[in-house]
């Protein structure tokens, strides 16, 4: 494969793309929703056309040899014991946040925030009371603050949503830390849905994703695990993730809760997801070297426009640019009449931030910083 396919643009319009149809016929960057401009791994285009190729697409059931792929790579990278019928297999990991909020039935959960928005609406679609923590940026790095924590869980509280690495913000929660986050949920008997979706996705050298219910059986048995290879590999329209339930009585739960509601996977999600992680590493580890020098290109030219700041962050490709010191009263229009279409950040809980996605070739990535310097030196 040439590791250059990652410097050629992909023209997405007219294909039904969510991200490009938002601002078709107008001339504007499309850097919000989280998925990238990248064609996929070869081995999984290969995967789906074989399997389209059979031409009959019936009701489908996983793949025997998918979970075992999953259980051998999670011992392979986190040295993480799981058995195979731990997993669930949904058509989606918002559906798992969902089903979480459902299954806990907590009165009130709690989210750190900012926060990736279906946080702070799944426990409110369930009939609870979403509670948000404020974080902390320690040296540029989202934490949780557990002074707040610790004061906010009350006799109501049965659920913690949580996310590593942080989206958005990118930070990477160390050993350290995970292990506190557990002794806390330990003491107050709190369960825990942890979104790990971006696992794969680290940026700095020499930093580890270390899943939370890897830790000990004891804060195992309290996680709801939420992971999927769509943001790694690009296959997000496909809908495959995986919830990993230690706990017997909770995996029951879960999928008691999900039956007649939430469909199974459809065949070439399973196809993707099986391709993906039993034969995509190398397309993957040239695609993260490829996000890094975008990141690192980020890093020094947003830096360099009056107005905006963005601090050093770990993993994802989401950058979590602060613009407090531009002073927008409409930072959304502002930018997209610059030509520049990105997240809100009123939408993960701090109006002061914008997201933007910079999984795409770095001539895009380019026009964009030079659009918005524009825009915000007039």
Same mark, same amino acid.
């Given at each position: ?37 990248? &064609? ?43 058995? +195979? ?25 709690? &989210? ?25 940026? @320690? ?8 002074? =707040? ?27 350290? +830390?995970? +292990? @506190? ?46 992971? #999927? ?18 706990? @017997? ?21 399973? &196809?993707? =997801?099986? #391709? =993906? ?60 009449? #610059? ?11 701090? #109006? ?27």
């Amino acid at each position: 494969m040439n590791k250059n396919q990652f410097d050629q643009p992909v023209d997405r319009r007219e294909t039904s793309s969510m991200k490009w149809e938002r601002y078709k016929d107008r001339d504007i960057l499309p850097m919000w929703v989280a998925d990238t401009d990248f &064609t996929t791994a070869p081995v999984i285009t290969q995967a789906l056309q074989e399997r389209v190729a059979h031409g009959v697409f019936g009701y489908t059931k996983r793949p025997a040899e998918l979970n075992t792929v999953v259980k051998q790579r999670l011992q392979h990278l986190y040295q993480w014991q799981v058995e +195979e019928d731990w997993m669930v297999w949904l058509p989606g990991l918002v559906s798992g946040l969902h089903l979480s909020c459902r299954t806990v039935t907590s009165p009130v959960t709690l &989210t750190a925030t900012p926060i990736y928005p279906p946080f702070r609406s799944a426990p409110v679609l369930s009939g609870g009371q979403n509670l948000s923590i404020p974080m902390t940026q @320690q040296e540029g790095r989202w934490l949780i603050d557990f002074t =707040a924590l610790e004061s906010a869980i009350n006799s109501d509280t049965r659920l913690l949503l949580f996310c590593n690495p942080q989206n958005p913000g990118g930070t990477v929660y160390r050993r350290a +830390e995970l +292990e @506190q986050l557990a002794d806390t949920c330990e003491r107050h008997d709190l369960l825990v849905c942890s979104d790990e979706i971006h696992c794969d996705m680290i940026l700095d050298p020499g930093v580890e994703h270390i899943p939370l219910a890897s830790l000990n059986p004891e804060i195992a048995a309290r996680c709801i695990t939420l992971m #999927a290879p769509s943001k790694t590999f690009n296959i997000a329209g496909l809908g495959c993730s995986v919830a990993i339930i230690a706990d @017997q009585a909770l995996r029951s739960r879960f999928r008691k809760v999900r039956q007649g509601v939430v469909p199974d996977v459809n065949l070439l999600g399973y &196809t993707a =997801a099986l #391709a =993906a992680y039993r034969d995509g590493d190398e397309w993957h580890q040239q695609q993260l070297s490829y996000l890094r020098a975008n990141r690192d290109f980020l890093l020094q030219e947003i830096n360099l426009i009056p107005g905006l700041k963005l601090a050093h962050f770990e993993a994802t490709y989401l950058a979590w640019i602060d613009i407090s010191d531009a002073r927008l009263e409409h930072p959304v229009a502002f930018f997209e009449a #610059a030509g520049v279409g990105m997240s809100a950040g009123r939408d993960f809980g701090d #109006a002061n931030f914008m997201r933007l996605n910079f999984g795409c070739p770095r001539s895009t990535l380019e026009e964009a910083v030079i659009r918005m310097r524009k825009a915000l030196a007039n």
